[in-house]
């Protein structure tokens, strides 16, 4: 029998336990709060530009079911927003009971409101967890997808302090950097002015607090797009953001909302007085962060060395997935990354080789290339997404982006990889 | 595992961040150690946010308070009870196990502040029971006040253990209280018996010689009986009692060298309990700062004992076995 812990129950963590599962493992997933997804509870976006072609690869290698949940749980597909096309928007309202009935019902153990808080190491191998309750978690493998976001002190430090965001660190404790304890230094994210960490990229508005008019546009549509006043446009917010790939102009110049349940805002925050001078949004407020109008989580402060199969440097026995793994945006990069460990980590166990996505998938390169990036100072300024910005413009220039589904299939069939995530080891 | 994580008593209250904050020497928060990102031994708040948030200053400081005695008792040669008038607030703040002010007489020099169990607290009216066993210079002022006291406080890590205090319920617990011991272990009684646990108090006059916390525990629910502990027979019972009884706390009030036997003897059980015991370092200033309670623990690692919630196991085996 192998057993796998995975510590943090976002997309990435889900995906790894999955993974893990898929390959015959008996798996553990602890959560420090008491929903599963993290992040992924205010996100929604999916199947927009290059994230198409990447979720169809990892449908193909055997990866498939969390996009089959998104996909179910979309309120919106082929939606065009500034800079997107063919997006997907999932219901934040729906999609967790969801991931966590599937977990369930394929047999991984899901604790939630379990915190880590420390390593008990042997050698350069894990033996255990230490939890915030004084136990201990034994296994044969570990997978941290613990995320990069916060807690309230970084956020304090580096951004406009702790905006009450999803994932709750007064109520449920701060993430804990398990590499870190276990004595591999963390790699930190910059952004322009070369400060640590950046912004989380977007705001959710209460869909009852907007005019009936941008409502049922938004419930028909998916998306609306408002005019800033000029006096209110802020070039410069651009440069804190995260989501390079929503940090364009038509960003700084316009309100763009996406409707995934709530009203996605896609700017890092907006003070409530000037967003309430926008036509509409006169009785607007915040779902996410509560304080939104103040500021935003802060990311990219506590990423782990990694090799291309997902392995952390350093130590024996621990793999890593999600924001962890590197300056990756967005739940699609999050279940690529995360489904990758959780399927070595059963490799890993068995003394197998582990395996490495090929550059000519997009979910091998984007990997491999963010893994070099980040060697860079200039490489730690950027982010790396399917979606948009730098990653997207070299799918392109590489002719590998594409919204063929045959061809996608092909492609993963002629590097003889498909089902591989789904393949029992054990 | 780099750096052990510290639990300090104050973290999270009124009086967090403190001194320590200021000089970049906070026991729980990694931002206020000078570190760059958050690494802390989270205790339901972030000090760092409190910190900025006052200004980039710690919060107000314990103030000293005069006292007036309302009783004094005297229990042997050598202690008193005192009944102390002291604010509602303050009585509020104190009652909770492990909780200690600092006290001397009101005509004498801070220097002359002396760490003291609070005993028995009644907030509805203000007031404090103290015990004094008259030992040096500062007890002997003490015990005969020319025109009062002053009370520093509240200080609470007298008791190390804390959390296990608080996480028992509805538990098997055994209390063993000897000499001046006793102070502390009377709110430690109250509490677990709150808390829905069976509780057997062991009382030993030691060297106080008398038992002088019957009144404040006759009417709890719980079996008290009196043994000479350092006799063979007193150890035996107690022996015999950890050994049958299968307890899920232990309380030990009294000496490091009566912490360590009965540390050893917990660790010949099969079901170990948990451990709480009085705190016995020399606490001078309760700040974390003059150094008096510095205490070094596995690896070399410098603590302030007044402040941290240290491992009962190795800081006693270290200090006795280790000397």
Not at chain 2, 283 to 292: A, L, P
């Amino acid at each position: 029998m192998v057993n796998i812990v995975v510590i943090g129950g976002g997309w990435a963590g889900c995906a790894a336990a999955l993974a893990a599962k898929q390959a015959g493992a008996q798996v553990l997933l602890l959560e420090k709060t008491d929903m599963l997804l993290g992040l992924g509870n205010v996100g929604g976006i999916m199947r927009n530009n290059g994230r198409f072609t990447a979720a169809e690869e990892m449908i193909n290698l055997g990866a498939g079911k969390l996009f089959d949940i998104t996909d179910r749980a979309a309120r919106h597909t082929m939606v065009e927003f500034p800079g997107h096309s063919h997006a997907s928007l999932y219901d934040v309202t729906k999609v967790e009971p969801m991931v966590r009935r599937l977990l369930r019902e394929m047999g991984i153990e899901i604790r939630l409101m379990a915190r880590a808080v420390d390593v008990i190491k042997k050698g350069n191998s894990i033996k255990g967890i230490l939890m915030a309750d004084d136990t201990v978690i034994e296994g044969d493998v570990f997978i941290e997808t613990t995320g990069s976001t916060g807690p309230m002190g970084n956020c304090l430090k580096y951004g406009n302090g702790c905006a009450m965001c999803i994932l709750r660190c007064p109520s449920f404790g701060p993430r804990t950097s398990i590499s870190q304890r276990a004595g591999v230094e963390d790699i930190l994210g910059q952004r322009g002015d070369e400060c640590y960490g950046a912004f989380s990229g977007s705001c959710k508005l209460n869909k009852d607090s907007l005019s009936d008019e941008i409502r049922e546009k938004l419930d028909r549509d998916g998306v609306v797009v408002l005019k800033v006043p000029t006096e209110d446009i802020k070039m410069e917010k651009l440069s804190v953001k995260v989501c390079q790939q929503y940090a364009i102009r038509e960003y700084a110049e316009n309100v763009v909302l996406l409707d995934t349940g709530h009203a996605k805002l896609m700017t890092s925050f907006y003070a409530l007085e000037d967003l309430r001078k926008i036509p509409g949004l006169e009785n607007a407020r915040y779902e996410d962060p509560y304080s939104g109008g103040k500021g935003n989580s802060v990311r990219y402060l506590s990423m782990a060395p990694r090799n291309n199969s997902m392995k952390v440097d350093g130590l024996e026995n621990l793999l890593c997935g999600g924001e962890k793994s590197g300056l990756f945006v967005g739940h699609t990069e999050a279940i690529t990354t995360g489904s990758l460990a959780g399927h070595n980590s059963v490799r890993l166990a068995l003394g197998m080789p582990l395996l490495e996505l090929p550059r000519n998938l997009v979910t091998g390169d984007i990997i491999a290339y963010a893994n070099e990036q980040i060697k860079h100072k200039d490489g730690l300024k950027k982010r790396y997404t399917f979606a948009g910005a730098e990653y997207f413009e070299r799918m392109k220039e590489r002719k590998m982006y594409t919204i063929d589904k045959k061809e996608i299939e092909r492609r993963v069939s002629r590097m003889d990889l498909t089902d591989i995530l789904n393949e029992k080891l054990v | 595992m780099i750096g052990r994580k510290l639990e300090c008593i104050d973290a999270g209250s009124e009086y967090c961040p403190c001194f320590l904050a200021e000089a970049n020497e906070c026991i729980t928060c990694s931002h206020l150690q000078g570190r760059e990102f958050c690494d802390c031994n989270w205790r339901g708040v972030c000090i760092y946010q409190e910190y900025v948030w006052a200004g980039n200053r710690k919060k107000e400081v314990r103030s000293s308070y005069p006292a007036t005695v309302m009783e004094k008792r005297d229990i042997s040669q050598n202690t008193v009870v005192l009944r102390l008038k002291v604010t509602k607030t303050l009585a509020r703040q104190l009652d909770s196990p492990g909780a200690y002010v600092f006290m001397r007489d009101k005509e004498k020099p801070s220097f002359f502040d002396v760490p003291m169990s609070v005993m028995a607290v009644d907030v509805a009216k203000g007031e404090i029971q103290v015990a004094l066993q008259v030992q040096g210079a500062k007890t002997k002022a003490l015990a005969e006040p020319e025109k009062g006291i002053v009370v520093r406080g509240p200080y609470w890590n007298g008791i190390l253990g804390q959390r296990y205090l608080k996480g028992v319920k509805n538990g098997n617990c055994l209390v063993i209280a000897r000499g001046i011991g006793q102070a502390p272990a009377a709110k430690v009684v109250a509490y677990l018996i709150r808390g829905g646990n069976k509780v057997r108090v062991i009382v030993d006059p030691g060297k106080v010689g008398a038992v002088f916390i019957g009144d404040l525990i006759k009417d709890l629910p719980c079996e008290v009986e009196e043994l000479d502990l350092n006799s063979r027979q007193g150890i035996k019972v107690v022996n015999r009692y950890l050994k049958n009884e299968n307890h899920d706390l232990v309380f030990s009030g009294g000496s490091d060298k009566q912490h360590l036997h009965i540390i050893k003897e917990i660790d010949k059980l099969a079901q170990k309990p948990f451990i709480v015991v009085t705190n016995n370092n020399e606490i001078c200033c309760g700040e974390g700062i003059c150094g008096s309670c510095s205490t070094r623990i596995d690896s070399g690692v410098r603590v302030k004992a007044c402040k941290v919630q240290l491992d009962v196991r190795r800081v006693i085996e270290r200090r006795i076995l280790n000397g």
